[in-house]
């Protein structure tokens, strides 16, 4: 008989170490049913949130199993024609190289000569974000960059950097999913975690953590590496559920996003801000942004747990009407992030030394 996951109880702050908290409420594992009851708590010193009991560092892997969404290999897009994606490679060849001067866009398919496709190039100011594969900043063009991308799955990411003509190099838990980039990407994905790794000081340009730090039992630990191995002139990019979301203070228990109990340490701006400081890194940037998925992922989670379902995962059980709402505070809050307000589903920060 297989033995449940073993749990561990948390007694103080994983980011700040103080003992001072507040109890917000107990969740299970809404995606796959794995049992366990995991108490959410936030800090009253730094604001992070963190759910305790928690799995231990040995048997967290327990709670991914092999369908884990990040995990899978992901399925070619449908409903967009080639031309249309021919059409947008052009015009991302066009604004990497006349707008971020990237030198290997050079003799790609673009809008030429110059003094026509520059002016097209800042019309086009709405896409760079994309142009750039959605990275809140990208460095000035070098055949040296090197990018390293922790808890990379699969290695998407890594793929969209290379094509920037980045070096990457991947670290990822799951050995199901860094089989895929291997084998299938060709890509340099380690196994296992950061600390088990002894890469040179100052290594990497670029060090990305999408969707990564909020499944970290050591953060403090870990940023500290990453600290060390960043160059001076690099960057840390980090993409996580935002705690101050519209979403998370609307659906509460159902917010997708909490995810328990792979999520066990969940931030917003102030914590954030707290854990940098902690560590001596600068936070250069950070925004915040909507996210119609989350938002219908927790709406999802709301109808089961209304109609006190025992099913888990995602469902297509969502009405017309109940797609509507989910259309409107989809709206509402990118109003918010639009005015200013740190309300968006996810977070993204810019950190360097």
Known sequence: MELPPKLETIEQCPLCGSKEKRFILTNTDRMHGIPGEFGLNQCLKCSVFYISPRPTLKDLSSYYPDDYPSHQERQALHGVSILARKLFEYLRNTVLYEIYHYKNY?????????????PIAYCLAPLWERARFNLPEILPYSENIRALDIGCG???????????????????LSENAARIGREKFKLDISTGTLLEYRFPDNYFHVIIMN??????????????????????????????????????????KDWGPL???RHLILYSKQSLLALSGIIGLRLKSFSTKASKDFILWSKEYEITSAKGMNTYGRTSNVSLFQKFCVAILTVY?????????????ELVAVLTK
């Open 106 to 118: 050079e003799n790609k398919s673009r809008i030429r000569p110059s003094i026509i496709a520059k």
């Open 211 to 252: 969707h990564a730090l909020e499944h970290i039992h050591n953060p403090v630990d870990v940023l500290r590496e990453i600290k060390r191995i960043l160059h001076p002139d690099g960057i840390t990019i980090i993409r996580m559920p935002n705690m101050n979301s519209l979403g998370y203070k609307i659906f509460k």
């Open 154 to 172: 699969p290695g998407y990411y890594m793929l969209a950097l290379q094509k920037l003509g980045y070096k990457t190099q991947g670290i990822e």
């Open 333 to 345: 809050e990118k109003i918010l992030v639009a005015s200013g307000k740190d309300s968006g589903e």
């Open 259 to 261: 995810e328990t109990p």
